[in-house]
């Protein structure tokens, strides 16, 4: 059967499951389709405040193109405002396959005690998880698993701060509070950082590595300076999306 051209965008209904209402976004984003085409139709500047950023996620909602995993977050980050029960925050992953090293990007989804994801993909199982995972570390070893099977080897893990429900924020979104080097670490260690983060962020405690907060970006053995964090963000947008 031909797709229509224009999907209806979801809304949420009462009757509605958490996890239903996450399945009706991941479908939607399905339908827009991922983008083979090597253009990049909206422009996502990582820095930009949420307010923007959901701007474009509207444009996004009118334009039904086909999108990219980082599109993909952002469009989740819209579709799932206005839901406080559902904890949003980006996890970043960076890959090595055959000589080169990719980036890609999904969102983060905690609620009710559970763990789960939504975004785009190549791959179906690099994309959404169902809100299952008990701990954030059981979500983190899944997509590590995944990457596995085509060979990819995960060197790092970047996770961001939960995203504010508030669309009109200035605040810019915290792409990675926490790095971890993971291949260079043994899994018990990874999961006692990724467990210890995922408290502190149910708990609200930790700041953005931006506000110079005591508890700035947790990366294992490095501090970042702030002027090498501040040029970070154009350093990012040269880098080509390979996920």
Not at 29 to 41: A, I, S, W
Not at 68 to 77: D, W
């Amino acid at each position: 059967c031909v797709q229509p051209s224009v999907p209806p965008v979801p809304n949420y209904k009462l009757s509605m499951s958490i996890p239903e209402w996450l399945q009706a976004i991941q479908t939607y984003m399905k339908m827009l389709q991922y983008n083979h085409t090597g253009t990049q139709f909206f422009e996502i500047r990582k820095s930009r405040p949420l307010s923007g950023l959901m701007e474009t996620a509207k444009e996004m909602t009118r334009e039904s193109l086909p999108i990219k995993c980082l599109e993909a977050v952002i469009l989740g980050i819209y579709l799932t405002n206005g839901q406080p029960s559902v904890e949003r925050f980006p996890i970043s992953f960076k890959t090595h396959f055959s000589g080169n090293y990719f980036h890609h990007v999904v969102l983060g989804i905690y609620c009710n005690g559970r763990y789960g994801s939504l975004g785009m993909s190549r791959r179906s199982d690099l994309m959404d998880k169902p809100l299952t995972y008990r701990t954030l570390s059981d979500l983190i070893f899944d997509f590590e698993d995944s990457y596995k099977k085509y060979l990819h080897s995960v060197k790092k893990v970047k996770i961001g701060l939960y995203v504010p429900h508030e669309p009109h924020s200035f605040q810019p979104i915290e792409w990675k509070q926490l790095v971890l080097n993971v291949s260079k670490m043994m899994r018990t260690e990874v999961r006692k950082e990724l467990e210890k983060f995922a408290r502190d962020m149910r708990m609200k405690i930790l700041k953005p590595s931006s506000a110079h907060s005591p508890m700035k970006e947790r990366s294992r053995g490095k501090s970042l300076s702030p002027r090498r964090r501040q040029a970070s963000p154009q350093r990012r947008t040269c880098r080509r999306d390979k996920s």
